[in-house]
């Protein structure tokens, strides 16, 4: 059993990880020079902060997926959900910097946001710490919400 559940948690951390490893590839990629000429309001935080809280965030996001994956009554279905909310969390930096298209990543965020919240929801009537552990999460990326809309109205 204990090998299944490290398998199953070094599966789940590779599909999570890989949108970050996708979405950094992206942005170093496409990033800059266009980022830099953007008018950013205050609440913009250095870009230092994004790699740390966001390794930080996608490892609860492992733990939280693992912890409803070892669960007696979890559903496939949220598993799916899942899945499908980690291609809209890879696909934000594609479109954002990728394509700098601030008003689409702005419509992609505001899915996302959805699916997070569904997934808590999901997560809290079969294990809580897995809702517990998807909450920071989605502060923060309600945080980019806010953020990406200040770009979309200054530029």
Do not use: C, Q
């Not at 930080?56 to 070892?70: E, G, K, Q, R």
């Not at 979890?74 to 899942?82: E, K």
């Amino acid at each position: 059993m204990l090998k299944n559940k490290f398998l199953s948690f070094i599966l789940f951390f590779i599909i999570t990880f890989s949108a970050s490893f996708i979405g950094g590839l992206v942005t170093f990629n496409f990033k800059e020079p266009w980022y830099s000429k953007l008018i950013k309001s205050n609440f913009n935080p250095p870009d230092w902060i994004f790699a740390p809280v966001w390794t930080t965030l996608y490892l609860m996001m492992t733990l939280a997926i693992w912890f409803f994956w070892h669960s007696k009554n979890r559903d496939m279905s949220t598993i799916y959900i899942y899945f499908i909310h980690i291609i809209f969390n890879t696909t934000w930096s594609i479109i954002f910097f990728g394509f700098h298209n601030i008003s689409l990543a702005l419509i992609n965020l505001m899915i996302l946001i959805l699916l997070i919240v569904i997934l808590i929801f999901r997560f809290k009537h079969v294990n809580k710490v897995s809702s517990y552990l998807m909450i920071p999460y989605l502060l923060w990326v309600s945080f980019a919400l806010f953020l990406n809309f200040n770009l979309f109205i200054l530029n």
